[in-house]
């Protein structure tokens, strides 16, 4: 299914991989000796390689209702903290024991696991503060503020992020009842995914029908990026169990994964040529199967 | 210097604290049984024996500048989500390491430490919803109650009280630096004691001097509070090392408790009666040294 992306999405998806860096750098800048080895850490496991997908979609879905400027931004960098803080945690030994983590040293192995609980903490208390905080000039409501805030601590939280993590610490292949094999892998990775795309939205427009529209964009996407990741971790070490597809299989998987993203995309009809990039988009999560 | 506290004031504190484990209890509820294993986990780490010191000092800040209603509760549950957390990932074994935590076992030893990491995260997580979350009825401007969030990232954040745990993971012990030892102090709890009262302060007023006053005597009692917190574990366990003590001497100790405690009282002065309670609060925890 793999399949070369369009030039012009890979352009546009590096102009707001650029901004979102450039926010975290600035996010994680410090000048005082006494914090620097914490924020090390902390930039060692933010920056490098992410393709930083929570943080473009949230551009993405915030350009798509209309929304200018860099309102949006600093939601985008915070978004991309708490799942770099998710992986930080997920990788500690007595979590999912990962000893790297794209393609360099885990930072439980290159800081010590002590440290690595306090990056991880540190991420997410710092997205908290990023979001609390309004960008200079800023114009937008702290109510609208708020409930964007509130939604993503919701994602991220016990009922969202977390319960998928929690399912996989349970070490959950294949129950019996499928609802609950559906239910975790939603909020595994799906939730946070779906907070960025309403987030964006949220931010750039006070219609309900194109928040509610591009909210269930983002829940479609959201639930194939988690398929599309089990079948790459299923073609890389299908020993391992990756749970949609050791419950429904291969090809289910795919289809599943297709039929999302086709509904996702289809979601969009009405916003015309404003939809391009956010359908671009789910076609390039899809094309990484 | 141990003594019988007031029974006005030991009433006064059981009442606030009886309002703030309601409002814990209902925060940590849940009907849905695929949650029930880390919500049990969560609501055994925060419910039982705490002081709840640093809500009740939310609550008392906010009546002594004239708040009235239930508008701070939240705000003070999210405080003890917040205090909770970072007990539980501070008794890891790659952390601080202790089997026990109020007289019962570690989240880590009664649930794992996979759990007891995703426990820490959760309540982190909750404490920001929470917070974001307007009280039913409630008419505190949206901007107000950002501010308060955005504050109390900061002192639980990387420049607050993981700045503190840092230092405590470095085993830093008396560096010839002494305004390192501060630095460390001034941060491991003395920045959420400190927000806690200026939470208060700021949710039940808008005067700018009033604010500053109250948040003043957050500084000294947080900055006394982790000194008496010393002076305890070194009177428990003196060979193991409690930094102030450590550094200073145990009279040197004692002396500076008594003095800070004593100019956070004398700073509200110009609140009359209505400072009381504060006051008491802060002799309370004079008292516990």
Redesign the interface.
């Known amino acids: 299914m793999s399949k070369t992306p369009d030039a012009t999405l890979v352009e546009q998806m590096d102009v707001m991989r650029s901004r979102v860096e450039a926010a975290l750098e600035e996010i994680l800048r410090t000048e005082?000796p006494?914090?620097s080895?914490?924020?090390d850490a902390?930039r060692y496991s933010v920056m490098g390689d992410g393709k930083r997908i929570r943080p473009i979609l949230c551009l993405a879905s915030y350009e798509a209702v209309g929304g200018r400027g860099n309102e949006a931004l600093p939601v985008a960098a915070a978004l991309e903290l708490i799942h770099a803080?998710s992986l930080v945690?997920d990788d500690?030994p007595?979590?999912d024991d990962d000893d790297t983590r794209r393609g360099k040293p885990a930072v439980h192995k290159a800081y010590?696991?002590?440290?690595?609980?306090?990056v991880?903490?540190?991420l997410?208390?710092?997205a908290?503060?990023v979001l609390?905080?309004a960008p200079e000039g800023s114009s937008l409501?702290?109510?609208r503020?708020?409930?964007v805030?509130?939604n993503i601590?919701?994602a991220?939280?016990?009922?969202g992020m977390?319960?998928g993590?929690?399912g996989d610490?349970?070490a959950l292949e294949c129950p019996g009842d499928a609802s609950?094999i559906d239910?975790v892998h939603a909020r595994k990775t799906g939730a946070l995914i779906a907070v960025s795309v309403w987030s964006g939205a949220r931010l750039g427009t006070d219609e309900p029908g194109m928040i509610a529209r591009l909210g269930q964009y983002g829940e479609n996407v959201g639930l194939a990026f988690q398929i599309v990741d089990d079948i790459l971790d299923y073609t890389d070490r299908p020993d391992e169990a990756a749970s949609y597809v050791v419950c429904h299989g291969l090809v289910r998987a795919r289809e599943r994964a297709e039929e999302l993203i086709s509904t996702a995309k289809a979601g969009l009809d009405p916003l015309g040529e404003n939809g391009r990039l956010l359908r671009d988009i789910a076609d390039f999560i899809l094309a990484q199967a």
Chains 1, 2 share one sequence.
Not at 112 to 118: F, K, N, R, T
Not at 156 to 159: K, L, N, S
């Open positions: 005082d006494r914090e080895r914490l924020v902390m803080y945690h500690l007595c979590m010590g696991e002590g440290m690595a609980v306090l991880g903490d540190g997410l208390t710092l908290f503060e609390a905080t409501p702290p109510a503020k708020m409930q805030l509130k601590a919701r991220a939280g016990i009922r977390i319960a993590q929690v610490l349970e609950l239910y």
